[in-house]
């Protein structure tokens, strides 16, 4: 008996075709997005988004993000949509924005973790699109062969980054064919993310906008569009498993460190040891080195490519520089800190 292993297809128009089919028949795809991989699956099957959390082996009280094809598509999923997120749909639909909002009555309690709400996302990467657009086609075609439904049915596709819960983010197509080695997936290769981490989270489902993970749309760039900058959030923000103190964690300890503090390992240590470092001592010999680059976008776009690669590495122990406290560095931190905790 062969054991279950995953289909690594080129984004052809075939391997799109073949995507959506497993789609419609309630399995699992693994798509590139600008950000991550997703872990997809059909957001109006109760059954095929089970297989995402079984799969990744994620409590099934975490809500996971529905991922449509445009902004149009929000009112298939959401209710009592504020005007402001509307605006930051436009202003950054297709990208790497999630809005929490009211959820839409249908919209399965496994997407939403149980509770009123429902995260929303219209990814940029043009495969991406290329799957949501011809699943919402295939999904629309088979309800017209049954005229007694509704005419439209709601195209959208659940999906977590394609991880074991609590690792590390993948932003290659390889990536989630070594985490998911034993699992019954057909991966859409897409390349490199070009975002690299996981999309801003803006909760429009209370009063005011509230931050719930930072990413690449900045609190400035909202606020440019919406006239104010989200809150940070309190603790009736709700559940976000991204927002766990521990979360995108290698196997292997991890601490930030100053330069001086690097700088300051001993020989003896240094040889088990990776280091990813604005200031890389010259004179030691680690385990394995990378140079930090200054650009917060660039260094985000490689950040978990290189914590992989230093988890598989030689050394015992990972040490990363802290990068600066300002606000660019802010969602890269927000990763660091999560990783960093045990
Ligand atoms: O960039 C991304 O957002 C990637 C790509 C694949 O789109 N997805 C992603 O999904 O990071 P995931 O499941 O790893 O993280 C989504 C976060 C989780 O922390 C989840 O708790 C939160 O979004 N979330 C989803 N729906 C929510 C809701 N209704 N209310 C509050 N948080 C929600
Ligand atoms: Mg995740």
Redesign the pocket.
Known sequence: MTSPQPLLLEPSAAGIAQAVHRLMHEGLVAFP?E????LGANAASPAAVRKIFAAKGRPAD????V?IANVDALDDWAIEIPATARQLAQAFWPG?L?L?LKRAAHVPDEV?GG?S???L?C?AHPVAQALLRAFAASLNIEATRQPHRALRRPAGLA???ANPFGRI?PTSAAHVAADFWNTDLLILDGGECDVGI??T?I?FSRDTPVL??PGAVTPAMIKYVIGISPAMPDTKA??????LPSHYAPRKPLALATANAIAAIPASLATQTAILAFHMPAAQRFAWTRQAPRDASLYAQHLYAWLREMDVSPAAKLVIERPPRTQEWSAVTDRLNRAARR
């Open positions: 997005t950000t991550v991989y997703g975490h809500p996971v993000i991922h790497p999630t929490v939403t509770q709400t429902v995260g996302r990814p999906a977590p980054s983010s996981e999309s989270i909760d719930l993970r709700p559940r976000v498993s991204g927002a």
